[in-house]
């Protein structure tokens, strides 16, 4: 990548996970969501990793890189690690050295998926399977595990009164590898898998969840607000007038 499209290794990799059926959020915690994702990426030089297509969490992030590149306040590199069985119009990106145009109108008859225009890269997998997902989860956890690898020194490219408070904590000093962050908004099973994946990782892999955006990640927010660390199960706020579970 820092090779065939002359990128500069990022100071942080923050992988974005959450559902892949289209969801609304609030007005307010989409503004969040956005705003601090590009913050993020701006103030640290920052790689996002996205399921690359223009549906569920990845048109939120979609939706928060075009509102940044319309104000023009610098580039962000998004890249889309998505299976190649379920783009709509892959025929159209076959082709070496070549510049194809692409159509990322959704068609809504299709059970393919188009790939979100305001991702800068995409890397797309294939293992023979059509209309499903799956052939992308190895090559991006792969993938991200190799950029971890990487040597860098963020502490001086990155001003902490800029970057958001987790995201300034993660950053590594000289010569330490690029630490990754696993961005959780909405989602399914899978996404609790993931967590879980991320938590058990060497070293662990910070999880930044975003309560209110619904399913997996208000579960998981639930959990890790109620959790008792001797691992008793869970309790009730005070004042609730129940008693521990």
């Known amino acids: 990548m820092v090779k065939e499209w002359q990128l500069e290794l990022p100071t942080l990799l923050i992988s974005v996970h959450g559902g892949l059926q ?41 939706d928060a890189l075009k509102d940044h590149s319309s104000k023009s306040r610098g580039k962000v590199c998004a890249i889309g690690i998505a299976p190649w069985g379920i783009v709509e119009n892959k025929e159209d990106l076959i082709g ?11 068609n809504p008859l299709s059970k393919l998926s188009v790939l979100n225009s305001s991702h800068s890269h995409f890397i797309l997998s294939d293992n023979g399977t059509t209309g499903k997902y799956g052939a992308e989860v190895r090559l991006r956890r792969q993938l991200e595990k190799h950029v971890s690898l990487q040597k860098i020194n963020t502490r001086e490219s990155c001003d902490p009164a800029a970057a958001p408070p987790w995201c300034f904590a993660v950053l ?57 660390p001797d691992g008793d199960g869970v309790h009730e706020e005070e004042g609730s007038g129940r008693n521990e579970s």
């Open 96 to 106: 070496k050295d070549v510049t194809r145009p692409y159509q990322t109108m959704s």
């Open 22 to 62: 289209n969801f609304d959020l609030p007005p307010k915690l989409k503004q969040v969501f956005g705003r601090g994702l590009i913050k993020a990426a701006v103030t640290t030089g920052a790689w996002i990793f996205t399921g690359g297509v223009s549906t569920g969490v990845i048109r939120h992030v979609g």
């Open 172 to 228: 590594p000093g000289l010569g330490q590898g690029v630490p990754v962050v696993c961005l959780i908004l909405e989602g399914g099973p899978n996404v609790i898998s993931i967590v879980l994946e991320s938590l058990k990782e060497e070293p662990p892999v910070p999880v930044v969840v975003c309560d209110g955006s619904g399913r997996a990640s208000d579960i998981i927010s639930f959990a890790h607000r109620y959790y008792l």
